[in-house]
């Protein structure tokens, strides 16, 4: 049974999306395509969905008020690159089948297998016309295009596009249809926020598995496996911007990171560690889903936890830092969260029975001259306005529940 590492952590480096910048409106055309990408140096090339050819997609950058025509030309073929599964057991000799690589005794899903390339593209987090929210039942087959006007009228803040079929979305996404949209303001550039390389990170968290050949060795091929008693699919690979534990070299200076959990199901409880130790004083938080916040927030003690589609917006300073020093972010979150605390100081340490074998994520290397330290500004947003509402007149209380079941995929 699986006990040490099947793949060797952070010899791959960090690879950043190109970018798509606009500051003027603009017509511009993404083709869906399939195509092959390396997630790991020791892994063969896995079949996958795309955005321009690239996992995640190109990262689309465009000012506040500033409108994008989007045609999205469906150019996929073939079927699913993905190998959907449901194991027998929710444990192989003790260890649950999902911090397991390979099928674990499942078959792959006949009708999953089947899904053909229809596709339709919707803006998370973006203010648009209904007619370009991505409707999910508003399909395009290959061959096909959609067009989609996004006029960007929102504060900064970054946004992700992801595949959004009805009853599949989880399955397209895991194949690589997905990307990042940064929306950028006046406000931002008064504040003298690190904007695009080298000092801005987008980084795009995803988990996976692949299968496993007859010799026992892993395979580039992708695997959505589930299990009887967990029937959300956990991968226990942790890829960022589609490299699986990757590192990435940084400058003594301030970095901006852009996180986005784009995960299925896992959340992510993220803890930075130096010479093991939680080092969060040199992170702070300026913000979230909705933009900048109204002031910086300090990093929990327990982690910055991220559920799925939820985005954060990092400053990590490293100036004090001597060159040669590494530093690791790891997960720290059970699965499914439970929201319990961990002990940040066990950062690094598995937990099998929390579907998290290896909680590495990412980790940073110190390169390079000091450089100046970015003094973070005590007031960020000038622009945020708390939504509030009147309590409606209560007249009737109704009880919800919200329970799983097993799903059927359509074709």
Same mark, same amino acid.
């Given at each position: 049974?699986?006990?040490?590492?099947?793949?060797?952590?952070?010899?791959?480096?960090?690879?950043?999306?190109?970018?798509?910048?606009?500051?003027?409106?603009?017509?511009?055309?993404?083709?869906?395509?399939?195509?092959?990408?390396?997630?790991?140096?020791?892994?063969?090339?896995?079949?996958?969905?795309?955005?321009?050819?690239?996992?995640?997609?190109?990262?689309?950058?465009?000012?506040?008020?500033?409108?994008?025509?989007?045609?999205?030309?469906?150019?996929?073929?073939?079927?699913?690159?993905?190998?959907?599964?449901?194991?027998?057991?929710?444990?192989?000799?003790?260890?649950?089948?999902?911090?397991?690589?390979?099928?674990?005794?499942?078959?792959?899903?006949?009708?999953?297998?089947?899904?053909?390339?229809?596709?339709?593209?919707?803006?998370?987090?973006?203010?648009?016309?209904?007619?370009?929210?991505?409707?999910?039942?508003?399909?395009?087959?290959?061959?096909?295009?959609?067009?989609?006007?996004?006029?960007?009228?929102?504060?900064?803040?970054?946004?992700?596009?992801?595949?959004?079929?009805?009853?599949?979305?989880? +399955?397209?996404?895991? %194949?690589?249809?997905?990307?990042?949209?940064? #929306?950028?303001?006046?406000? !931002? &550039?008064?504040?003298? /926020?690190?904007?695009?390389?080298?000092?801005?990170?987008?980084?795009?968290?995803?988990?996976?598995?692949?299968?496993?050949?007859?010799?026992?060795?892993?395979?580039?091929?992708?695997?959505?496996?589930?299990?009887?008693?967990?029937?959300?699919?956990?991968?226990?690979?942790?890829?960022?911007?589609?490299?699986?534990?990757?590192?990435?070299?940084?400058?003594?200076?301030?970095?901006?990171?852009?996180?986005?959990?784009?995960?299925?199901?896992?959340?992510?409880?993220?803890?930075?560690?130096?010479?093991?130790?939680?080092?969060?004083?040199?992170?702070?938080?300026?913000?979230?889903?909705?933009?900048? +916040?109204?002031?910086? %927030?300090?990093?929990?003690?327990?982690?910055? #936890?991220?559920?799925?589609? !939820? &985005?954060?917006?990092? /400053?990590?300073?490293?100036?004090?830092?001597?060159?040669?020093?590494?530093?690791?972010?790891?997960?720290?979150?059970?699965?499914?969260?439970?929201?319990?605390?961990?002990?940040?100081?066990?950062?690094?340490?598995?937990?099998?029975?929390?579907?998290?074998?290896?909680?590495?994520?990412?980790?940073?290397?110190?390169?390079?001259?000091?450089?100046?330290?970015?003094?973070?500004?005590?007031?960020?947003?000038?622009?945020?306005?708390?939504?509030?509402?009147?309590?409606?007149?209560?007249?009737?209380?109704?009880?919800?529940?919200?329970?799983?079941?097993?799903?059927?995929?359509?074709?």
């Amino acid at each position: 049974m699986l006990l040490a590492h099947p793949l060797t952590p952070f010899v791959d480096r960090l690879t950043i999306p190109p970018r798509r910048v606009f500051a003027e409106p603009a017509r511009l055309a993404v083709r869906l395509e399939a195509t092959t990408h390396r997630f790991h140096r020791d892994l063969a090339p896995s079949g996958v969905w795309t955005y321009d050819g690239h996992l995640p997609g190109p990262t689309i950058e465009v000012r506040r008020g500033v409108p994008l025509e989007i045609r999205w030309d469906n150019r996929l073929s073939g079927t699913l690159p993905v190998v959907v599964t449901v194991a027998p057991s929710g444990k192989a000799d003790g260890v649950p089948v999902q911090c397991l690589p390979g099928r674990s005794g499942g078959d792959a899903d006949p009708s999953a297998a089947a899904l053909t390339g229809f596709s339709v593209v919707h803006l998370h987090g973006a203010v648009t016309h209904a007619s370009s929210d991505g409707w999910a039942e508003n399909l395009a087959a290959p061959g096909q295009a959609t067009l989609d006007l996004y006029p960007n009228e929102q504060r900064a803040a970054m946004l992700w596009y992801h595949d959004h079929v009805m009853g599949v979305t989880r +399955f397209k996404v895991y %194949a690589g249809l997905a990307g990042l949209w940064i #929306v950028r303001d006046d406000r !931002e &550039r008064e504040l003298g /926020l690190p904007e695009g390389p080298p000092y801005e990170l987008p980084l795009l968290l995803t988990d996976r598995n692949f299968d496993m050949g007859p010799d026992g060795a892993m395979t580039g091929q992708l695997l959505h496996k589930t299990d009887p008693v967990v029937a959300e699919c956990f991968g226990p690979f942790t890829a960022v911007n589609g490299t699986i534990w990757p590192y990435f070299e940084v400058e003594p200076t301030t970095y901006r990171l852009r996180l986005l959990n784009g995960s299925n199901a896992r959340t992510f409880r993220l803890v930075l560690e130096q010479g093991g130790k939680p080092d969060h004083q040199r992170v702070a938080q300026i913000g979230s889903d909705g933009g900048l +916040f109204l002031a910086p %927030a300090r990093i929990p003690a327990q982690g910055l #936890v991220l559920a799925s589609a !939820e &985005r954060a917006d990092l /400053l990590v300073d490293f100036s004090d830092l001597a060159p040669g020093t590494e530093l690791t972010l790891w997960n720290t979150a059970r699965a499914p969260f439970d929201g319990a605390f961990a002990d940040p100081a066990t950062a690094g340490a598995n937990d099998r029975d929390g579907l998290l074998p290896y909680p590495e994520v990412l980790r940073l290397r110190v390169v390079g001259a000091h450089r100046s330290r970015y003094s973070v500004p005590s007031t960020l947003a000038t622009d945020f306005q708390r939504t509030r509402r009147d309590e409606p007149t209560i007249s009737v209380v109704r009880a919800i529940a919200l329970v799983e079941r097993p799903a059927e995929v359509e074709g």
